[in-house]
Nanobody, 113 residues
Framework: QVQLVESGGGLVQPGGSLTLSCAASGSIFSMNTMGWYRQAPGKQRELVASITSSRSTNYADSVKGRFTISRGNAKNTVYLQMNSLKPEDTAVYYC???????WGQGTQVTVSS
């Protein structure tokens, strides 16, 4: 069974930083893109950032310049460095590997003073 394990979520004050990590275990054959998504209460899930096997990146406008996605060199891992966090960043964050389409369990990020 393929499993994505996330870590790094928690509570942080506005202006603070967090780094999320996601590592996949099991048989993964054709994964090309890793991404981070988030869903805030009452809102639809949205793509935050993605990175391809060639390390091309894409960011939502709302996080551009504040968040950085990176891909591990030796393992099926992906990271999301979040700086200058705002209360509007509060959400459950999910990692995704595609194809074939694997999802993490979600980790809560709360930005509040």
């Amino acid at each position: 069974q393929v499993q994505l394990v996330e870590s790094g979520g928690g509570l942080v004050q506005p202006g603070g930083s967090l780094t999320l990590s996601c590592a996949a275990s099991g048989s993964i054959f054709s994964m090309n893109t890793m991404g981070w998504y988030r869903q805030a209460p009452g809102k639809q899930r949205e793509l935050v950032a993605s990175i391809t096997s060639s390390r091309s990146t894409n960011y939502a406008d709302s996080v551009k310049g504040r968040f950085t996605i990176s891909r591990g060199n030796a393992k099926n891992t992906v990271y999301l460095q979040m700086n200058s966090l705002k209360p509007e960043d509060t959400a459950v964050y999910y990692c995704n590997f595609y194809p074939p389409d694997y999802w993490g369990q979600g980790t809560q990020v709360t930005v509040s003073s």
